[in-house]
């Protein structure tokens, strides 16, 4: 469009200085005339149109300059208001704090389950060690595992868990209206335990299924402290297939939330696309278990926008995190291609659209600079995750005790266990 623009600009300039010069001629002052009139009218013309471009120019700058200064503003008032929602969250936890004469009986009862779980895949692993000599490569990597394994399970009993919450917000708002949780773990030195250093040496152990299940049930523990000082605020809590689909465990949990249907509005359970693409028979029924009592579920590590939306609703999906970077990718850099593969007629502007017809609220994560939050608002995208907006922040660990057993009953109930394998 500007390029026939500037065309017809072009033209019109040609038009009135042929017609200048034309006028010079007609006039009697000869073909000289003509062509130094023509060429006069169209230098003018030029710099005619190079000073308008240039103040139009200045104009937009200035235009630019403002925006990029009001969004330094706002964004300077969300970090604010992020920081103080997070201190304001972890005072109502304070303050609401249950004792422990409180903690119900359900609760210690999964506690004790979980931990023995825990225990008797360690205990087992540890036991049948092979026979390799230490100092070979095979022998000293069984010993790090070994220790690893080890490492884990102390931070587990001795209550070493962390809680992090990074919050949601709205858009062009920023009003912090979610919060997704993330869980770490502390050896005794207190250094902070990445997910990458012990999930793939679990899960080869068998040893996930126990540690999913008692950071589940710790997240929903803490929801349950915020719904109890009327926290209008939703969490993002994630749920492993191994949970869904533990039969020892899930039994269980699914009591407790019965007994905390009010928690259905504020715990939102979340799988990554490939989990959910992966759940069985077993874990959909789960999963429509959870529905039965009002809890909802969210899709994160969206690899790609072509979802079936129809499956997404069927399954209680409400809302799916999708990388800003991706959403870029995807609806704005497609020079013209359709954003959807199996639906040929959808424009990029209507993908928001589309995910609300279904029932599913679009959340940008990973937002980390302004020019990010200017596209995915062009993409009608209402709700917003990233370090631009907040970075997770711990629960203060004399919070998160609270939610647990003394570790001294975890300690007893872990010997008790040990025992009753040894002599029962």
Same mark, same amino acid.
């Given at each position: 469009?500007?390029?026939?623009?500037? &065309?017809?600009?072009?033209?019109?300039?040609?038009?009135?200085?042929?017609?200048?010069?034309?006028?010079?001629?007609?006039?009697?002052?000869?073909?000289?005339?003509?062509?130094?009139?023509?060429?006069?009218?169209?230098?003018?013309?030029?710099?005619?149109?190079?000073?308008?471009?240039?103040?139009?120019?200045?104009?937009?700058?200035?235009?630019?300059?403002?925006?990029?200064?009001?969004?330094?503003?706002?964004?300077?008032?969300?970090?604010?208001?992020?920081?103080?929602?997070?201190?304001?969250?972890?005072?109502?936890?304070?303050?609401?704090?249950?004792?422990?004469?409180?903690?119900?009986?359900?609760?210690?009862?999964?506690?004790?389950?979980?931990?023995?779980?825990?225990?008797?895949?360690?205990?087992?692993?540890?036991?049948?060690?092979?026979?390799?000599?230490?100092?070979?490569?095979?022998?000293?990597?069984?010993?790090?595992?070994?220790?690893?394994?080890?490492?884990?399970?102390?931070?587990?009993?001795?209550?070493?868990?962390?809680?992090?919450?990074?919050?949601?917000?709205?858009?062009?708002? $920023?009003?912090?209206?979610?919060?997704?949780?993330?869980?770490?773990?502390?050896?005794?030195?207190?250094?902070?335990?990445?997910?990458?250093?012990?999930?793939?040496?679990?899960?080869?152990?068998?040893?996930?299924?126990?540690?999913?299940?008692? !950071?589940?049930?710790?997240?929903?523990?803490?929801?349950?402290?915020?719904?109890?000082?009327?926290?209008?605020?939703?969490?993002?809590?994630?749920?492993?297939?191994?949970?869904?689909?533990?039969?020892?465990?899930?039994?269980?949990?699914?009591?407790?939330?019965?007994?905390?249907?009010? &928690?259905?509005?504020?715990?939102?359970?979340?799988?990554?696309?490939?989990?959910?693409?992966?759940?069985?028979?077993?874990?959909?029924?789960?999963?429509?278990?959870?529905?039965? !009592?009002?809890?909802?579920?969210?899709?994160?590590?969206?690899?790609? &926008?072509?979802?079936?939306?129809?499956?997404?609703?069927?399954?209680?999906?409400?809302?799916?995190?999708?990388?800003?970077?991706? !959403?870029?990718?995807?609806?704005?850099?497609?020079?013209?291609?359709?954003?959807?593969?199996?639906?040929?007629?959808?424009?990029?502007?209507?993908?928001?659209?589309?995910?609300?017809?279904?029932?599913?609220? !679009?959340?940008?994560?990973?937002?980390?600079?302004?020019?990010?939050?200017?596209?995915?608002?062009?993409?009608?995208?209402?709700?917003?995750?990233?370090?631009?907006?907040?970075?997770?922040?711990?629960?203060?660990?004399?919070?998160?005790?609270?939610?647990?057993?003394?570790?001294?009953?975890?300690?007893?109930?872990?010997?008790?266990?040990?025992?009753? $394998?040894?002599?029962?």
């Amino acid at each position: 469009m500007r390029s026939l623009i500037q &065309l017809f600009l072009f033209c019109g300039y040609v038009f009135l200085s042929l017609t200048a010069g034309a006028a010079l001629w007609r006039a009697g002052l000869g073909g000289g005339a003509f062509v130094a009139g023509a060429l006069g009218a169209m230098g003018t013309l030029a710099a005619l149109h190079a000073l308008v471009t240039q103040a139009l120019s200045a104009r937009a700058l200035r235009r630019d300059l403002d925006q990029l200064r009001e969004a330094h503003r706002l964004l300077a008032d969300a970090l604010d208001a992020t920081q103080g929602a997070v201190s304001d969250l972890t005072e109502a936890i304070e303050k609401g704090a249950l004792t422990q004469t409180e903690t119900l009986t359900g609760e210690v009862r999964i506690l004790e389950d979980l931990v023995q779980q825990m225990s008797d895949s360690i205990e087992a692993r540890l036991a049948v060690a092979p026979l390799q000599d230490p100092r070979s490569a095979e022998g000293r990597k069984r010993q790090q595992s070994n220790a690893l394994l080890q490492t884990v399970h102390e931070a587990l009993t001795e209550n070493r868990v962390d809680l992090y919450l990074q919050p949601v917000v709205t858009l062009p708002q $920023r009003r912090t209206i979610f919060y997704e949780s993330f869980t770490r773990l502390r050896d005794a030195s207190g250094r902070i335990m990445m997910p990458a250093e012990y999930l793939s040496l679990a899960e080869g152990e068998g040893l996930l299924p126990a540690i999913d299940n008692l !950071l589940l049930f710790r997240c929903a523990q803490i929801v349950r402290r915020l719904s109890r000082q009327d926290r209008k605020v939703g969490v993002f809590c994630n749920i492993s297939l191994t949970s869904l689909g533990d039969e020892t465990f899930f039994p269980e949990f699914l009591a407790f939330l019965s007994q905390n249907r009010d &928690l259905g509005q504020s715990l939102i359970f979340e799988l990554g696309q490939a989990t959910f693409d992966a759940r069985g028979a077993v874990e959909a029924r789960n999963m429509a278990k959870l529905a039965d !009592l009002g809890f909802r579920f969210s899709l994160d590590k969206v690899q790609t &926008l072509d979802l079936d939306f129809a499956d997404l609703q069927r399954s209680d999906v409400r809302f799916i995190m999708v990388a800003a970077v991706l !959403l870029v990718e995807q609806l704005l850099h497609l020079d013209g291609a359709a954003p959807l593969p199996s639906m040929p007629d959808i424009r990029a502007a209507d993908f928001a659209a589309l995910t609300e017809r279904y029932g599913v609220q !679009l959340i940008a994560e990973k937002v980390e600079t302004e020019r990010q939050v200017i596209d995915i608002l062009e993409l009608d995208v209402t709700f917003g995750q990233g370090h631009l907006f907040g970075e997770p922040r711990a629960i203060k660990e004399q919070v998160l005790a609270e939610t647990d057993p003394p570790s001294d009953f975890l300690r007893s109930t872990l010997r008790s266990a040990e025992q009753r $394998r040894r002599y029962g």
